[in-house]
């Protein structure tokens, strides 16, 4: 192994994790993800609302979708899918974006990770289903390394009050 593979693996960021189990089936927990009717129902920050959201739900396609904040503010996040293994496992890589679809930094964060790859997994036991996300930088500075490695907290509350939503959604599906 080269000293720069060594080194660049020594300081990989920590991923982020979080499960949740859903009292709902796998196949419907998907849909909730892999409809965008459905998603913009629930996937939000607490207190934001969906405004638009097209989905091309293939490997290479694209997610894009905005989100308005409390106080008005536009932002637009955009997913391009690696993996489709229905009903078990999404892969994609998230970023924010603009209106037209470029990648663009965190509008409140700009240290944050430009690209992250999110793995989504469902398991299913019993008519419940087990949800696990796992989160990591793409390629990070090391100033976008460090960021996300200290924003762990504040991605817990972020994906706890969405998955919150998304429990939520599913008690009324």
């Known amino acids: 192994m080269t000293d720069n ?12 994790e979080i499960s949740r189990t859903f009292d709902a089936p796998r196949e419907e927990v998907w849909r909730a993800f892999t409809d965008p009717e459905r998603m913009r129902q629930w996937f ?4 934001f609302i969906a405004k638009t959201a097209t989905m091309d739900l293939r490997p290479g396609g694209i997610c894009h979708y905005s989100l308005q904040s409390p106080d008005g503010q536009e932002m637009w996040g955009k997913a391009v899918y690696r993996e489709i293994s229905a009903p078990e496992r999404l892969v994609w890589v998230n970023s924010f ?3 037209q679809g470029g990648i663009t930094r965190h509008p409140m964060a700009p240290s ?3 690209q992250m790859l999110t793995t989504l997994t469902l398991t299913e036991r019993g008519g419940k289903t087990t949800l696990h996300v ?3 930088p793409i390629d990070p500075t090391d100033e976008e390394r ?11 509350q ?10 939520e959604f599913l008690a009324g599906a």
């Open 146 to 156: 460090s960021t996300f490695d200290g924003g762990h907290e504040s991605m817990r």
């Open 112 to 114: 944050w990770p430009l």
């Open 44 to 47: 939000t920050p607490k207190g």
């Open 158 to 167: 972020g994906w706890t009050g969405t998955l919150d939503q998304l429990q």
């Open 97 to 99: 974006s603009d209106p």
């Open 134 to 136: 796992r989160w990591e």
């Open 5 to 16: 593979l060594v080194r660049k693996a020594a300081v990989a960021s920590r991923p982020f």
